[in-house]
């Protein structure tokens, strides 16, 4: 999928979080087993919108760079898709689960306080931290990605700090 349709898939994923839904679709599986907590890089267990200032932390980032994230029992993992998912609602966070496991092909969230701004994530991600389009009051507000690790993030940024965040890949229609 280009960046451009990945885009647009996380920008809907992201409007729809305060909807509370994404729609699903059917695709084929091929994880087998769920790593714990212990094997993952980063693990959070609790709200993760609420002081979401370890989204610029390097534990995270070498997280998303292949050593692992887990949010609250749910391992992302990239790129596996299975015609048995489900959405769930887990805390503040929308898990999109693969199969009857604990893996995850997304988590996404609102960010609730002004823990991260645009600023600490161009410090965090430096050159790799890209930028989708422009959207909202600030001429810096828009959608913002990092792809350059096991899992893509993208954060959407409202008046200079970030309102939501898509980790994965998530099934939508």
Do not use: C
Not at 95 to 111: A, C
Not at 135 to 150: A, H, T
Not at 159 to 170: K, Y
Request: proline letters at 2%; charged letters at 15%.
């Amino acid at each position: 999928m280009n960046k451009m349709t990945k885009a647009l898939v996380a920008a809907t994923t992201i409007t729809t979080l305060g909807l509370g839904s994404v729609a699903l679709n059917h695709t084929e599986a091929h994880a087998a087993s769920t790593p714990s907590a212990t094997q993952a890089q980063f693990a959070l267990e609790g709200n993760a919108g609420k002081d979401a200032s370890y989204l610029t932390s390097s534990k995270f980032i070498n997280g998303l760079n292949g050593g692992g994230l887990m949010f609250n029992g749910y391992y992302l993992t990239n790129h596996i898709t299975t015609p048995d998912y489900h959405q769930l609602n887990v805390n503040d966070q929308v898990i999109q689960t693969v199969g009857n496991g604990k893996s995850t092909r997304s988590v996404s969230f609102n960010v609730s306080d002004n823990s991260v701004t645009l600023n600490s994530l161009k410090h965090a991600y430096g050159k790799d931290l890209g930028r989708v389009y422009h959207s909202g009051k600030q001429p810096e507000d828009g959608l913002y990605f990092y792809d350059k690790g096991r899992y893509e993030i993208q954060f959407n940024v409202e008046n200079g700090h970030v309102a939501n965040v898509l980790i994965g890949d998530p099934v939508t229609d």
